[in-house]
């Protein structure tokens, strides 16, 4: 989840993930496609972050 949320926004154009193993980076990869939120989910999001 913490990928998709850095991916979501538009001006990240890369993150470093620090895998140690290569299952670890083929999980990472899946989240591409995973980056949409609902706005119940991003506002969840949002009160983590600025707690």
Known sequence: ?????ILKDDKVTSVLIGASKPEQILDNIKIIGHTDFS????KKIDDIVNS
């Open 39 to 42: 706005d119940e989910e991003l």
């Open 1 to 5: 989840m913490a990928l998709s949320c």
